[in-house]
């Protein structure tokens, strides 16, 4: 056989293999394409993803905006910004303190020493797919806090909002 006939044999062995693995893929994952082509696969995911956080985080209380914005109306309770200190510096909810996981990880934190274990803390991340505020709101109540929330909407949907933000620190 010639090298053109062996590269044609090879050429019709690639595209037989790639049409059985995309045969086998769509078999395997079905009910996500079904979902697919109902238009129905985002709010499929955002439900698992819900179900998710949910048996993850139990202890953890959460907020949605509405009610973050509540809590912050009243002046009472301490806001927690766990993005990056970049992030932060950038722009952030007026009055809130920077808290990120890196920063949680110090034994002896001097970030928590001043403040009271029955405060009320609020923690956010960037978006509401950032789950960076449920794990650093569940560091802080092993850490003794007791009165701490995710707000799950995250920085973005607070901006979005038109709420108050700010640039310093």
Known sequence: MTRRGFFRQDLAWAAFLLVLAA???LAKHWPLVNLSFQGKLVAHLEERRAHRRQAQFQGVRTLNLAQAYELFQKGQSLFID?????????????????LSPEKLQKPDNPDLSGIAKERQIVVYCAEAHCDIALK???????????????????????????YPVDTSQ
Do not use: C, M
């Open 82 to 98: 766990a993005r990056k200190p970049e992030e932060y510096a950038e722009l952030h909810i007026t009055g809130a303190v920077n």
């Open 23 to 25: 045969a086998f893929g």
């Open 136 to 162: 650093v709101a569940e560091k802080l109540q092993s850490l003794g806090f007791t009165q701490v929330a995710a707000f799950l909407g995250g920085f973005k949907g607070w901006d979005e909002a038109g």
